[in-house]
């Protein structure tokens, strides 16, 4: 019985092949089924994102498992093999525990830490319950995943800082602001990662929108995408004083702001405090107005060095998750070998044998003088009997049910089996 | 016993603070909780050390350098938890601890007997002026601590630095918020601090002000809070200048506190 993991991801194949080999939708299906009714596998899930497709396996024979479905996604892709083989990789054990509790924990993804991965691998856990598809070994496995995820993510804080430029201006602005849903905000000019950050505000709450933008019909365009208003070019200085949060991006080759009406527009403002993001390059705000207080002016460079620092910072915290990693699959495996019931059913066996030998040497003692084709059909009797009698206690052993653990304490109780082979 | 009670007091400040110093400079999740149940712990038991001094004594246990200074540490205690409570800022402790502890630490240092209440000041004035001038004091405490973490989060987003506390520190907006709070709380109690005090010292020593170095450093203390809440009001002074203020007015209440009383000459000396 072992755990296999087949699959690719971004690091191993290019777009062409991950969509090639996806599971989506119907294939999902259709797939699972078609794997899960292979006699080699005995429970499976199948994980399909963007960035990663992997097949999850419990099996008794994992050399023959692994080319078996190598041969099923071929056939079922309608892809050769020879053309996706070498973007795969596959684990089995150890090594497949450890990838699967890696992935869930976001220490696999393209940017460490990402969280939607969890949620995939939930959906993925969920629908292979759902078709019944999954055992005793793989729910346990990816429970396990999904809490060692949970603690990474509660332990360490690799998910904490925002890897993207929109989402570390929202970061900042939180920082700056107390809450974000009371604020006004300013989009001035266009362009795409001014309206990504935009969209990232109004998702954490900004509701007074207005757009500037040199051209004021494209403004109104803007503003009903928004939820806004168009203002015009003209106005912006006196927009400025109410103000809270600025995202520029207009292509104008100077400054559109310049200190000192910055100035001018705290004063009327009264200081309350203004965020502004310049992330036009050239850039488009008059840098000097960072010195101005309660401004915080942030250029695409300085947004650029937040979100190269939290990276970084993730990776240190990858290492501590990592260690995490390390002790909960540790405890898997301890969990999969408490499992393994052949000790046991090699004690009863040898229990059982040994009362026989032990009866029949008494028989063969009271009559020593039976012949020899009469001793032989007593023996196979005492075989016969004592073999009928272990042999359904050593099949229900052998199954993997969710009550195993509670099966083989009792088992051994009740044969009057020392827990030896425990490791305890 | 209760020197006793006090000295464990002490050493449950003393291992909050160094939680909480451990909480400035490396990051670990839990110890701001560790940092409010040692505090409560030290709190309680200084409660009960007040209590016991309080009836000893027959009056508030404020005379003498050692209970008065033990006494406006308590305050400061009450108005942290008060704000945690409501705020739950956690770090916020790292911040005010300290000073919690260094004021019980030189309270420790003075003698310890209880001073009888000389019978000029028996009367209902000193519980309602002393009472009222710790707590605005401790109210302004809070509010220095509160700016020193909005000067050092200001200074993280101006410099585009952002390491260290920046994470854990809240944002601007309530830093400031909280310190206005504070000392528009502890304002107003300085004032009534000053006005029964007025009114007590004519019904006391038969003048209303006698230029007395206390009464003349409370007014100093008095006019910088005037000013950070007319500068704030009238001309919209917030965030840094505000968190500078606040600073400066805590200074001069340490110095009205310390310095009057240890260097010059004072009617309201504690000793």
């Given amino acids: 019985m072992s755990i296999l993991v087949l699959g690719l991801n971004h690091k191993t194949a290019n777009v062409d092949i991950r969509e090639r080999l996806a599971f989506n939708g119907q294939k999902l299906e259709e797939g699972i089924s078609g794997l899960k009714n292979l006699p080699v596998i005995d429970e499976i899930a199948i994980l399909s994102t963007c960035n990663r497709v992997e097949i999850y396996v419990s099996a008794k024979d994992s050399e023959n498992s692994m080319e078996t479905i190598k041969d099923f996604l071929s056939r079922f892709h309608s892809i050769n093999r020879d053309k996706f083989e070498k973007t795969l990789y596959s684990f089995s054990d150890t090594d497949a525990i450890r990838h699967i509790f890696r992935v869930a924990a976001s220490l696999d993804s393209m940017i460490i830490g990402e969280p939607q991965i969890l949620g995939q691998l939930k959906d993925t856990f969920d629908f292979a319950l759902n078709k019944k598809t999954t055992g005793v070994i793989l729910n346990r496995l990816m429970k396990k995943a999904i809490s060692t995820a949970k603690r990474v993510r509660t332990e360490t804080r690799i998910a904490e800082n925002a890897v993207s430029i929109s989402f570390a201006a929202v970061e900042l602005a939180k920082k700056i602001f107390k809450e974000l849903s009371g604020k006004s905000f300013m989009l001035l ?15 954490n709450g900004v509701k007074d929108v207005r757009v500037a933008n040199r051209t004021y019909d494209r403004g109104c365009e803007l503003a009903k995408d928004f939820n806004g208003r168009a203002i015009r070019f003209e106005d912006l200085l006196q927009e400025l004083v109410s103000t809270d949060i600025v995202i520029c991006s207009t292509g104008a080759s100077d400054y559109v702001l310049s200190k000192q009406q910055m100035q001018r527009i705290m004063k009327e403002r009264r200081h309350k405090p203004v965020f502004l993001i310049d992330i036009s390059v050239p850039r ?5 107005i960072n010195e101005l207080d309660n401004v915080y002016l942030y250029n695409i460079d300085d947004i650029q060095e937040v979100v190269d620092t939290n990276l970084l910072e993730r990776k240190k915290e990858a290492e501590k998750a990592e260690k995490i990693v390390e002790g909960e699959v540790e405890k898997f495996i301890k969990w999969m070998s408490s499992l393994n019931s052949v000790p046991i059913i090699i004690s009863i066996r040898q229990k ?14 009271k009559f020593p003088n039976l012949d020899k084709e009469k001793l032989e059909a007593v023996e196979h009797l005492a075989s016969a009997i004592t073999n009928k009698l272990i042999h359904s206690p050593s099949v229900a052993l052998r199954e993997n049910s969710e009550d195993k653990e509670l099966l083989m304490i009792a088992v051994k109780k009740l044969y009057g089996i020392n827990g030896e082979d425990d490791e305890e | 016993m209760g020197i006793i009670i006090f000295e464990i007091a002490l050493t449950f400040y003393f291992a909050a603070t160094i939680v909480g110093l451990i909480e400035i400079f490396r990051e670990s999740k839990g110890l701001s909780r560790l940092l409010l149940i040692l505090t409560a712990c030290g709190f309680a038991l200084h409660t009960l050390n007040i209590i016991i001094r309080y009836s000893v004594a027959g009056h508030l246990p404020i005379t003498g350098m050692h209970q008065a200074t ?22 916020v402790g790292a911040f005010i601890l300290p000073i919690v502890f260094v004021l019980m630490l030189s309270s420790s240092t003075f003698p310890r007997e209880i001073i009888p209440l000389s019978p000029v000041l028996q009367s209902y004035w000193f ?24 000067l050092l989060q200001e200074n993280y987003l101006k410099s585009k630095r952002l390491g260290g506390l920046f994470q854990r520190l809240p944002n601007l907006q309530v830093l400031d918020e909280i310190n206005y709070r504070l000392i528009t709380i502890g304002f107003p109690l300085l004032t009534l601090a000053i006005i029964t005090g007025v009114l007590w010292a004519e019904s006391a020593w038969g003048s209303y002000w006698r230029w007395d170095p206390k009464e003349v450093w409370s ?26 203020l606040s600073i400066i007015g805590f200074l001069s209440v340490l ?15 504690f000793s």
């Fill in chain 2, 70 to 91: 033990s006494f406006f540490a308590w305050f400061i205690v009450v108005i942290f938890l008060l704000l945690e409570y409501r705020y739950k800022i956690g770090i």
């Fill in chain 2, 255 to 269: 110095f009205t506190f310390f310095g009057v009383n240890l260097l010059l000459k004072s009617l309201h000396s």
């Fill in chain 1, 189 to 203: 000019g266009a362009g795409e990662m001014a309206e990504l950050a935009a969209r990232h505000l109004v998702n």
């Fill in chain 2, 219 to 244: 007014l100093i203390t008095w006019i910088i809070y005037a000013l950070v809440l007319h500068l704030r009001v009238a001309k919209g002074w917030r965030g840094k200048k505000a968190a500078i």
């Fill in chain 1, 352 to 365: 059982a044998e040994a009362v026989k030998e032990e009866e029949l040497e008494k028989f063969r003692h």
């Fill in chain 2, 127 to 150: 519980s309602i002026h002393t009472v009222l001038a710790f707590a605005g004091n401790a109210a302004f405490a809070i509010a220095s601590g509160v700016g020193i973490m909005y």
């Fill in chain 1, 284 to 288: 488009n705000i008059d840098p000097d």
